[in-house]
């Protein structure tokens, strides 16, 4: 048998730790939805508020939960072309929003 270089007790206690911040983080976020931030028709800064509170959210789930963070090299480069072309593509999305064939009308 070979040791485990973690114990399933501490294992266990992190992704209970980690659950928690997660249940914590997705109440803040229904919180900050419900709270009266600013004035009543500016809720960009709710909506910044709430999407920084997600990033948090994400990156525990990704690198914890999922293991990510303890993985190797290649994954780390998949996932970084990964968020690269989806960057890409939404940029590439945005750009031609407003580009339409000769003859057509706009919405």
Not at 35 to 55: F, P, Q, Y
Not at 66 to 78: A, C, D, F, G, I
Request: proline share 3%.
């Amino acid at each position: 048998m070979s040791e485990q270089p973690v114990s399933l007790n501490s294992y266990i206690r992190l992704c209970g730790v980690v659950f928690v911040v997660v249940l914590c983080t997705t109440a803040s976020m229904i919180a900050t939805s419900y709270a009266h931030i600013g004035s009543s028709n500016d809720w960009t800064l709710k909506v910044a508020l709430i999407l920084a509170i997600a990033v948090v959210n994400a990156f525990l789930v990704a690198g914890y939960l999922m293991h990510l963070l303890s993985e190797k090299k290649l994954v780390y480069t998949v996932l970084i072309f990964t968020v690269f072309f989806f960057i890409g593509l939404v940029g590439l999305t945005m750009w031609a929003m407003n580009d339409f064939p000769p003859g057509t009308a706009s919405h």
